[in-house]
Every structure is written in C-alpha cells, then in structure tokens.
Nanobody, 122 residues
Framework: VQLQASGGGLVQAGGSLRLSCTDS????????MGWFRQVSGKEREFLAA????????YYADSVKGRFTISRDNAKNAVYLQMNSLKPEDTAVYSC????????????????WGQGTQVTVSS
C-alpha cells in the first residue's frame, strides 16, 4: 500500500476543491479508506470514511453536507469533494487505508499517505 494525496491548494471561502488519493498497490478494492486533516499543533481530525465497496460512508459533523467521499476501485483512487469551504477548513489533508473499517478513529488505520495542504482564504 502506497498512498499519495493530491489536489490541495489555495481557494477562497465558499469555493470548492477535490482531493484525490491514489494507491499504487494491487489490493486497493479490499480495504476501506478515510480522509483526515490536521492543523499544526492540534490533533488530527477525522473527516470521512468509505467502505471497500463504496456502499457505506461516514462523515464528521463538521463537514457533513459540505464534503463528499467517493472511490473508484478501477483507478485505485479515493476522492474528497469539498464544497462551501471555510477558512477553518485550512489544514493538511491526508488519506489513509483501513483493512478492517471503515472507521472514524485514526489510530485504527493501517497505512497513511503524505498530506496535501488546503488553504482557504477569507
């Protein structure tokens, strides 16, 4: 499992971004995936998780209705569509793989990708 997140950048408040996370491994379709974010000096925050099939999703209350997680197993990719972005969404966003999930607890995830910075200006 080798995860790589991309798609971050600078966006104005109210704007949208779509993050992507790709896996170079061969078993991507067998495990759940999640998105988290972290601000320097603060704890990592769960955002969204999706089952291996895509049939089950979970969201943090802070992003419910604004963010959407999806996956394309044919492309070994998971996405996070982020709409109505707010300055408080500024953080480093990371994807992770959960062999037993989907879980909302970061400590239960098995592999992590490098993050991508999202900055929302007011």
């Amino acid at each position: 499992v080798q995860l790589q997140a991309s798609g971050g950048g600078l966006v104005q408040a109210g704007g949208s971004l779509r993050l992507s996370c790709t896996d170079s491994g061969r078993t991507f379709s067998t495990y759940a995936m999640g998105w988290f974010r972290q601000v320097s000096g603060k704890e990592r925050e769960f955002l969204a998780a999706i089952s291996w099939s895509g049939g089950t999703t979970y969201y943090a209350d802070s992003v419910k209705g604004r963010f959407t997680i999806s996956r394309d197993n044919a492309k070994n990719a998971v996405y996070l569509q982020m709409n109505s972005l707010k300055p408080e969404d500024t953080a480093v966003y990371s994807c992770a793989a959960d062999f037993e999930g989907p879980s909302t607890v970061g400590a239960w995830y098995d592999y992590w990708g490098q993050g991508t910075q999202v900055t929302v200006s007011s």
